[in-house]
């Protein structure tokens, strides 16, 4: 991650460029974020990276696939009997959670679910979601992107950590339930959570459970991030995620958001925290304030899962201690992003899988530099 003063400098710079123009909240901060990476790039030449990776160099193996679910399951054949054989045949372990888990109507083996999945299709909001999907998130031009980005990705992954799963990808309308749905075998993408913030649709959703915060971030160029990411915190689980303290918990996040970072180094720094360029430069800003907030051990060490989890759990901002509320969200993630990355610049000669392994809480933090 780039340093405090090149990074406020070169944003400095880019609220003069911008200052004028108008154009939509997101696609305004997006454009911001675009413009602050090409300036810091003229601050920093390449250099050697142990970690970068080109993608085309990386043999997975098999396929890779990108599967478009939301399309295939408006191709059903007539007979119950012989849908739920293709579907369960075609698409496995993601049918059965997509009727049982995801839509929860019924038994992915049962012919009524078929039935009922029929009628599902035909809803009004369904049809009118699929509709917004078509010329967002599902676009033939937005499939294309995210699946060379995704793929890329997985590259990366593959040939950082080559013993670990790669999953297929499948797309679908998940009915506003589930953005992600990571498991080992497969990620599902429910791409109505990616139609873009100013969709009228979104309208329609109760605001109770989609407050502002949330739908700002329904944005098309968020899903590869928000996907691959989404399914590497599930994959690692077994790996260092506890639950039982805030300081435990912070590491974990900040150790796979490192390795994110390697499998995706053109994403923009805000946008792996859903965060806008503003809300990054705040963070930048209060890092040696934030550090004073939760270096307390009762903080640090915190047990009380549902205490700590303000300083993780998404929302319009920070909810802990005197966090201000202009600050952005979970700032204990980010704060672990930034120890582990402390931590692996003063060890260089660490592998990706000691990284991982290492536990003692002291030999992480005592790297990290404010």
């Not at 601050?43 to 993608?55: G, L, Q, R, T, V």
């Not at 849908?83 to 009727?99: C, I, P, Q, R, T």
């Amino acid at each position: 991650m780039i340093r405090i003063s090149v990074l406020i400098f070169a944003f400095e710079l880019v609220k003069l460029i911008v200052n004028h123009m108008v154009t939509s909240r997101f696609r305004t901060t997006l454009l911001r974020g675009q413009l602050l990476t090409m300036m810091v790039m003229c601050f920093f030449a390449c250099s050697d990276d142990k970690w970068h990776i080109n993608p085309e160099d990386v043999d997975l193996g098999r396929e890779f696939r990108v599967r478009s679910f939301h399309k295939d399951m408006l191709d059903l054949p007539n007979s119950d009997s012989v849908a739920v054989e293709k579907l369960m045949h075609v698409y496995g372990e993601f049918w059965y959670d997509y009727s049982e888990v995801i839509l929860r109507i019924g038994s992915h083996n049962d012919t009524a679910t078929v039935a009922e999945f029929r009628n599902f299709l035909v809803h009004e909001s369904v049809t009118e979601t699929l509709s917004a999907i078509d010329t967002t998130s599902g676009s033939d031009e937005k499939i294309l992107e995210f699946s060379r980005e995704i793929e890329d990705a997985f590259k990366r992954f593959h040939a950082l950590m080559p013993a670990e799963p790669v999953p297929d990808v499948v797309l679908m309308n998940s009915s506003f339930n589930f953005p992600v749905f990571p498991t080992e075998t497969y990620l599902a993408v429910g791409l109505d959570w990616f139609i873009g913030h100013e969709h009228p649709i979104l309208d329609k959703l109760p605001p109770e459970m989609f407050p502002q915060y949330k739908k700002l971030r329904m944005h098309p160029d968020l899903m590869t991030i928000k996907a691959f990411r989404g399914w590497m915190l599930v994959n690692f689980q077994n790996r260092g995620y506890t639950g039982k303290s805030l300081v435990e918990d912070i590491l974990y996040w900040g150790k796979v958001f490192w390795l994110v970072d390697k499998c995706m180094p053109d994403m923009h720094d805000h946008l792996m925290m859903d965060w806008t360029p503003i809300e990054l430069q705040w963070a930048l800003e209060n890092e040696t304030s934030i550090w004073q907030e939760l270096q307390p051990s009762d903080v640090l060490y915190e047990t009380n899962k549902t205490i700590y989890n303000r300083w993780i759990n998404e929302g319009p901002f920070t909810r802990a201690g005197s966090i201000p509320q202009d600050s952005p969200d979970k700032l204990g993630v980010w704060m672990g992003w930034r120890i582990i990355e402390d931590y692996m610049d003063e060890n260089p000669n660490i592998s990706i899988d000691e990284l991982f392994d290492q536990r003692d809480t002291f030999e992480l933090l005592r790297t990290y530099r404010p």
